[in-house]
């Protein structure tokens, strides 16, 4: 424990136990009276004995800063206190019917809340001592039998009290490490969670400073290859469409990251509208049409003709499909199917791509729609590993999932899962 805190702590405990002081000697003017046999003199040292100790601790507490002052002056007053109760049940077993040695137990209590169990055992060894002491006392002075079952009996009650007393600080000090561990976890949580937006706005704003240098590249190499300055060589042709496509990459690489940054930051408003499921895939597989040739695929597009109505995002649920459709042009073989299935299902729209490639090896399935994972067989084929993790975001935003199956022969699935009505 921090020093600062076990000196509140101490603190803290002396004045809760002051209190129980001046109950005490409240006990001792108001109930002492109703005693036969105690001597009222006893009672009177005992009730100002009480409020005396009270003030002095208060003051010393006032005084005393350090946290070694503090236990010298918690360990004095838990003896001085010892003496006090001691004395009290002294006083109390006058009368004959006395049971004044249950006070013993909260001499007890104090001591382990100071001082843990050994603080606990010496206020039960402390109490016992005195019991055995007045009892031989008493015998004497007022020639009442020393009956050894009874003090037997109390010294046992007051060690099992110190056992009891133990075990319920041990459950404390587990529960208060457990707050500060958690305390400590929420901490780094957070920090962690600042990292995470730093890295966001920074990704934010680098793709967006990267997109307009990007675009005068692009446009440049387009007159280049629209041969708007002059004629080319072949060679120089070749350079010029490489510098394309690697410019088209590079921005195709910026506006993912930014779309990424965009959705991190929960700054992705949805703008929904009512769709034909149907015709938006159409549009989509049209789009693709052209990179499906290149690689000798081609598309099954299964819809039912019947009007399938869905609320969203046009771009946005594009977005998410045309990832998913990519995908499978980019990492199926050429010269197979591309498969994009569209039903109804328990009020759900499903929508299923499907292509004939490797597949998503198991242990690769649970990182698969984590940013910037790339499979271990993506060889030379081109990506950031942003595109699933994209679009399940996007399918998400919309009360959707996106999730991944085998398909049967082989390759891969992605199906969407949509409500009628998207978010
Ligand atoms: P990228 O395609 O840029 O690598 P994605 O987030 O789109 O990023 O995909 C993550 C990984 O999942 C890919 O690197 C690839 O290993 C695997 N993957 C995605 N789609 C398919 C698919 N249709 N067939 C096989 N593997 C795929």
Redo the contacts with the bound molecule.
Sequence with gaps: MLADERREELVRFERTFNLARLGGAGLAFFLGPFFPNLGLWSLALLGVGLLVEAAAIEAALRRVRSRDGLERLARTVFALDCLVVAFGIFTFAADPRWTTYIVGMLLIIAGGFRFGPRGALAGAAAMSLATVVIAFFRSNAYGYALEPERIFFTVTVNLLAAFLMSGLLRELRGLRGQREAFMKQTAETEALRAVDQMKSDFLAAMSHDFRSPLTVVRGAVELLLGERPGALTAGQRELAENAERNVLRLEEFTE?LLEMARLEQGAVALEPEDLDVRTLLSEIVADHQILAKQRRQWFALDAPTDTMKVTADRGRLRQALS??V???I???PTGTPINVRAEKQNGLFRIA?S?H????PPE?RGH??E????????GS???????????RSLVVLHGGSLDYEDTPGG??T?VVCLPEESS
């Design positions: 993912e990832n998913l990519g995908n499978a980019k990492y199926a791509v292509d490639g490797p597949g998503i690769e698969m729609f940013k910037f994972f790339r499979g271990r067989g993506v084929t081109p990506g950031a590993g942003l595109g699933l993790s994209i679009a390759g891969s992605f």
